[in-house]
Nanobody, 124 residues
Framework: QVQLVESGGGLVQAGGSLRLSCAAS????????MAWFRQTPGKEREFVAV????????RYADSVKGRFTISRDNAKNTVYLQMNSLKPEDTAVYYC?????????????????WGQGTQVTVSS
C-alpha cells in the first residue's frame, strides 16, 4: 500500500518561511514524479511544484516561482517544499502527491497517490 505523509505545516507571518516534508513508503518511487498541490475552501486544487525522482526535472506554478523550492532526498524517500517570502494568499492545505506522468500532475492537476494534507496559514 502506498503512503504519503506530510509534515511541517503551521502558522507563520507574511514574509516568513516554512518547510514541508513528504515521506513516501510502500513501494519504490524511483519512476514517479513527486509533487505538491494546495487547496483552499471553495477553490479548485492548485498545482504548486513537481520534481522527478531520479532525473531532477522540476517545474513550478507561476504563483510560487522564485519563492518556493522543491527538492528530494532519495535515500530517505522524502520530498521537501521550502516556502520563502510567504504571502497570505499562500494559505491553504498543502498536499503531497505522486504520479508517473508530469503532464497529469502539472497540466491536469491530478495524481494517483495523495497524502492527507497539512495546513499552512500565513497571517498578514
Amino acid at each position: 500500500q502506498v503512503q504519503l505523509v506530510e509534515s511541517g505545516g503551521g502558522l507563520v507571518q507574511a514574509g516568513g518561511s516554512l518547510r514541508l516534508s513528504c515521506a513516501a513508503s510502500g513501494r519504490t518511487f524511483s519512476s514517479y514524479y513527486m509533487a505538491w498541490f494546495r487547496q483552499t475552501p471553495g477553490k479548485e486544487r492548485e498545482f504548486v511544484a513537481v520534481i522527478s525522482w531520479s532525473v531532477g526535472s522540476i517545474r513550478y506554478a507561476d504563483s510560487v516561482k522564485g519563492r518556493f523550492t522543491i527538492s528530494r532526498d532519495n535515500a530517505k524517500n522524502t520530498v521537501y517544499l521550502q516556502m520563502n517570502s510567504l504571502k497570505p494568499e499562500d494559505t491553504a492545505v498543502y498536499y503531497c502527491a505522486a504520479d508517473g506522468s508530469i503532464h497529469t500532475i502539472a497540466v491536469l492537476a491530478a495524481a494517483n497517490y495523495w497524502g492527507q494534507g497539512t495546513q499552512v496559514t500565513v497571517s498578514s
